[in-house]
T-cell receptor, first 115, second 114 residues
Framework: QQQVKQSPQSLIVQKGGISIINCAYENTAFDYFPWYQQFPGKGPALLIAIRPDVSEKKEGRFTISFNKSAKQFSLHIMDSQPGDSATYFCAASPNSGGSNYKLTFGKGTLLTVNP | DAGVIQSPRHEVTEMGQEVTLRCKPISGHDYLFWYRQTMMRGLELLIYFNNNVPIDDSGMPEDRFSAKMPNASFSTLKIQPSEPRDSAVYFC????????????FGPGTRLLVL
């Protein structure tokens, strides 16, 4: 069961353009939604995260939009740069306690920003 | 801080051999996670520890896999015997916050089982 569905699998954007990656989830217990960035040969690194009490969070050129009723969230990269070329993963974790603070990751989106 | 340290970075072994992957979390972090990444299955959580105690190992694929955390600064993931389908990149991550949400990943160990 894939609890977090990510699209598209790959994305090509021109320098200066907007990159948009979408994720949908099924588990209504999820209450923490991070995005990770991974460069080739490296481990994923936390980029930005959001909780359901807000609909949008912005950090520099990166913005998360969150739609609780649709159970969807997306990452927008404004003014995309070649250095943003990487694989991006969305993830989600539930609010229940005990052993359930586990991140479930989407399958990833390979972003290529052409110069 | 040097970040999460994993060793070896690359491992090539033959089917049936024992493989041991090592991880040193960031000092002061009390959560430690082991993940496996493949093209087919993406990033999967195998097991995680809190204060050196295994909390959830439901992601461990089978009994051939085992993980230990003897102290706060060291953890191992062992595969015995290894099989070709175990070939993947294995990541260790650590976290300091109350729910283990903000995770810092190591560089990974690329394992190839022939």
């Amino acid at each position: 069961q894939q609890q977090v569905k990510q699209s598209p699998q790959s994305l090509i954007v021109q320098k200066g353009g907007i990159s948009i990656i979408n994720c949908a989830y099924e588990n209504t217990a999820f209450d923490y939604f991070p995005w990770y960035q991974q460069f080739p040969g490296k481990g994923p690194a936390l980029l930005i995260a959001i909780r359901p009490d807000v609909s949008e969070k912005k950090e520099g050129r990166f913005t998360i939009s969150f739609n609780k009723s649709a159970k969807q969230f997306s990452l927008h990269i404004m003014d995309s740069q070649p250095g943003d070329s990487a694989t991006y993963f969305c993830a989600a974790s539930p609010n229940s306690g005990g052993s359930n603070y586990k991140l479930t990751f989407g399958k990833g989106t390979l972003l290529t920003v052409n110069p | 801080d040097a970040g999460v340290i994993q060793s070896p970075r690359h491992e090539v072994t033959e089917m049936g051999q024992e493989v041991t992957l090592r991880c040193k979390p960031i000092s002061g972090h009390d959560y430690l996670f082991w993940y496996r990444q493949t093209m087919m299955r993406g990033l999967e959580l195998l097991i995680y520890f809190n204060n050196n105690v295994p909390i959830d190992d439901s992601g461990m694929p089978e009994d051939r896999f085992s993980a230990k955390m003897p102290n706060a600064s060291f953890s191992t993931l062992k595969i015995q015997p290894s099989e070709p389908r175990d070939s993947a990149v294995y990541f260790c991550a650590s976290s300091f916050d109350a729910r283990g949400e903000t995770q810092y990943f190591g560089p990974g160990t690329r394992l190839l089982v022939l």
